[in-house]
């Protein structure tokens, strides 16, 4: 009998264990991108806000790649975007991506899951500002890929990342 309240004990405290693995810690300095639709991991009523550091503790990558906007081959690091999904519990099939100045994009969820697509947060090791296509820009390995660099993926790119809507 006490072995059977033991491990009822031990099976509710390792669920609430888990339950608080997946929650979605609050972010302590400004707020540079918000997600919201279709996720199951909020911090802010419905809707997942990340800070500059909440988003630098995702898993991050480096991308050398040309664009069509910098001279030359440009280093941008950022999180995966792929990370970004599985950090708010993304389950839709694709996104609404809006900038600072209201344009909007929509995204396939499976770029961000087949491509190493990151939101870039600097390039060459500098902080993106806004004047730069910052804070966030989205960034696709146009070298790795060159099948990328089209007109429907460049349209896709969008700097000045605010929100993201998964639909």
């Known amino acids: 009998m006490k072995r059977h309240i033991m491990l009822g004990i031990l ?27 279709k996720i199951t991991h909020f911090n802010m009523g419905n809707e997942a806000h990340f800070d500059r550091e909440m988003l630098l503790a995702l898993e991050q990558r480096k991308t050398l790649t040309h664009t069509p906007w910098h001279d030359g081959q ?6 995966l975007g792929r990370s970004l999904l599985e950090a708010v519990g993304a389950s839709g099939t694709s996104m609404r991506v809006v900038a600072l100045d209201d344009y909007a994009a929509t995204v396939p969820v499976a770029d961000f899951l087949d491509h190493n697509v990151i939101l870039a947060m600097s390039q060459d090791g500098k902080p993106l500002k806004v004047r730069d296509h910052g804070p966030l820009f989205i960034i696709y390995p146009f070298d790795e890929e060159p099948g990328l660099l089209n007109e429907e ?10 929100a993201i809507e998964i639909r």
């Open 74 to 79: 440009v280093r941008f690091e950022g999180p």
């Open 11 to 37: 099976v509710g405290w390792v669920a609430s264990f888990n339950v608080a693995a997946q929650e979605l810690a609050s972010p302590s300095g400004p707020v540079i991108l918000s997600v919201s639709g």
């Open 153 to 162: 993926t460049l349209t896709r790119s969008v700097w000045q990342v605010k």
